[in-house]
């Protein structure tokens, strides 16, 4: 969806249309979910989040000014409350890996193999962990959500320059910590 097709749909739900609203919905539901679900392990958490975001960006939707794409607003919605919800739990493992990726199996594979996957998967996961939060969140939108500087960069207002910084400064720390592990 283009950005004058959303801004369409906000000014027609403004104006009463809440079908307008849902069809944002439909549109961005499973990658909201899938932003909070990289944050939040567990998968009940994670959709009671996804809800929160739509119901605040619901409520908020007259606020919002066009200046970036109702996507990058309500992504940035979804991160804000993502967070929140680890700082209220204190929960520290934050991140997690597509774990598809790193368990797909061949009937080939020893179990010493799968051991050091799963080793290595969760060394990845510690190391991730320990980073500063900034610099966490650059790394995830970066790496595992493929946004560009740009983009990460309307998400959590500041400069692409800081931004490039905090996630070199991530990728070389996490290497530090896997050699060191």
């Given amino acids: 969806m283009n950005k004058p097709d959303e801004l369409k749909l ?6 009463g249309n809440e079908q307008a609203y849902n069809q944002l919905v439909l549109r961005y539901k499973e990658k909201i979910y899938w ?18 975001v739509f119901i605040k960006a619901y409520q908020s939707l007259h606020s919002f000014k066009g200046d970036s794409s109702f996507y990058t607003w309500i992504y940035r ?4 409350l993502s967070l929140n919800e680890i700082r209220r ?6 991140f997690t890996i597509d774990e598809e990726i790193h368990q797909i199996q061949s009937s080939d ?7 050091v ?5 969760q060394q990845i996961k510690d190391a ?6 900034k610099q966490k969140k650059v790394f995830v939108l970066r790496y595992y959500e493929e946004l560009p500087y740009e983009e990460i960069a309307k998400i959590l207002h500041t400069s692409v320059g800081g931004l490039k910084a905090n996630y070199f400064h991530a ?11």
């Fill in 117 to 121: 996957r799963k080793e290595r998967t």
């Fill in 128 to 133: 991730i962990e320990l980073l500063p939060e």
């Fill in 35 to 52: 932003i909070v679900r990289r944050m939040i392990p567990d998968h009940d958490d994670a959709d009671d989040i996804t809800q929160n």
């Fill in 89 to 94: 739990k204190k929960f520290r493992q934050t």
């Fill in 109 to 115: 594979d020893l179990p010493i193999d799968v051991l």
């Fill in 171 to 181: 990728v070389k720390k996490i290497g530090v910590f896997l050699k060191n592990e």
């Fill in 77 to 80: 919605i979804a991160i804000n």
């Fill in 10 to 15: 906000i000014q027609d739900f403004n104006d």
